[in-house]
Nanobody, 126 residues
């Protein structure tokens, strides 16, 4: 079992920034690919970013087209934590952001992730 707890959400003006965190506990964190998803009211949950891990400690980050160049995902295996730096926020970035984990080497679909946090709300105002 892996337990995930997100934090760092809040209310921010358009153009602003936030750093979301996801702390993991339970089973060994390192071999898991970690991802961020988001869900806006009335919308499906969508993939935002993912970061893999390898035995050589080389990570591979990948992003949804809608956030490329604005969002950055990173991980600190020593702290069992991943981060999502969100910059140049837009009104359409308003959503609940979820952290997720999977033993797959790469994953962008909800059903590929078996562990989920409770989410943190990000609200962007004009």
């Amino acid at each position: 079992q892996v337990q995930l707890v997100e934090s760092g959400g809040g209310l921010v003006q358009a153009g602003g920034s936030l750093r979301l965190s996801c702390a993991a506990s339970g089973r060994t964190f390192s071999p898991y690919t970690m991802g961020w998803f988001r869900q806006a009211p009335g919308n499906e949950r969508e993939f935002v970013a993912g970061i893999s891990w390898s035995s050589w400690s080389i990570t591979n980050a990948y992003y949804a087209d809608s956030v490329k160049g604005r969002f950055t995902i990173s991980r600190d295996n020593a702290k069992n934590t991943i981060y999502l730096q969100v910059n140049s926020l837009k009104l359409e970035d308003t959503a609940v952001y979820y952290c997720a984990a999977t033993p797959r080497s790469r994953a962008t679909m909800q059903h590929e992730y078996g562990y989920w946090g409770q989410g943190t709300q990000v609200t962007v105002s004009s």
